[in-house]
């Protein structure tokens, strides 16, 4: 808070102390817009050059989801960066994995954040799941200015919902549009690869270490195709960012654990890149 939002005794305003919406992006909306991604308007001439996120995966399982991101940033031609984390959890059973422009998405996901905590304390319960994707398509909406003028955020929302005990995973487009997928999903310039593959591997009554296991391979074969999007960095040690919501809550996969997964994909493509014989594709079956 800048100090010329107290008063002359040093109180918090009264705005900060009034009962008022359990919406934290509502109140800034009120009180400081200039806060807000879509309340900072940018200079004029055309975009530069800025770090991209690529490819998100999420993979339903018998009891939560997984979700899955890549560590590469793009801009333009080059590497931008090679270790960003694009999967995060925003409480205690969902997640959220971004796409498009990395720092204004970064963003984004800490106000969403906030968000869903402010209004756990404001309610005194948990959001539901379909009232968080919603909140998060709300926030997208807003921000359809800076997204038209190329700073596009596309994220993938996924989390448990505590009422029907499975995972659920949400879309979205740039207008805000929210959209339910079913079984798996993927969002970035690696999507296309990505969801072919999750469409050969996936099947009803997987387990998380499953879920896990297609999540990387699902990546994998996204960086095959797509140069935007980062494979596993053997010489550097650098996996993917994965993490799982079930009944526990949300906790991201240690780097040790899928260090070990990515080993055994790496191990298994040796002589099939496209994992056509791990997944029984011309065999008699």
């Not at 200039?34 to 308007?41: D, K, V």
């Not at 968000?115 to 807003?142: D, F, P, Q, V, W």
Request: aromatic share 6%; proline share 5%.
């Amino acid at each position: 808070m800048s100090p010329d939002q107290r008063d002359p005794a040093g109180r918090l305003p009264r705005a900060f102390t009034s009962p008022g919406s359990s919406s934290f992006t509502d109140f800034l909306s009120a009180h400081a817009p200039t806060m807000l991604p879509a309340g900072r308007a940018l200079p004029p001439g055309t975009v530069p050059d800025i770090p991209h996120g690529t490819t998100i995966v999420a993979v339903e399982f018998d009891g939560g989801v997984v979700m899955g991101g890549d560590r590469r940033a793009t801009m333009g031609s080059m590497i931008a960066n090679r270790e960003i984390e694009k999967v995060f959890g925003t409480d205690e059973y969902s997640c959220v994995g971004i796409a498009g422009s990395a720092g204004l998405a970064i963003e984004l996901v800490k106000l969403f954040q906030v968000e869903l905590e402010h209004y756990e304390k404001i309610e005194g319960t948990l959001l539901s799941l379909e009232g968080k994707a919603n909140r998060l398509a709300t926030m997208l909406r807003n921000n359809l200015g800076l997204a038209m003028q190329g700073l596009a955020v596309v994220p993938l929302f996924a989390g448990y919902d505590v009422d029907v005990r499975q995972g659920r995973i949400y879309s979205y487009d740039v207008t805000g549009g929210c959209y339910r997928e079913h079984h798996h999903h993927s969002v970035g310039s690696g999507s296309l690869f990505a969801r072919g593959a999750l469409k050969k591997m996936w099947r009803p009554g997987l387990t998380s270490e499953q879920a896990v296991r297609f999540a990387v391979e699902a990546l994998y074969d996204a960086a095959d195709d797509d140069s935007a999007t980062g494979g596993p960095d053997l010489n550097r040690q650098i996996w993917p960012v994965v993490g799982v919501v079930d009944v526990e809550g949300y906790r991201r996969v240690d780097d040790d654990t899928l260090g070990a997964v990515v080993q055994q994909v790496v191990a298994g493509r040796r002589g099939d890149p496209g994992g056509a014989l791990q997944r029984g594709e011309g065999s008699d079956r």
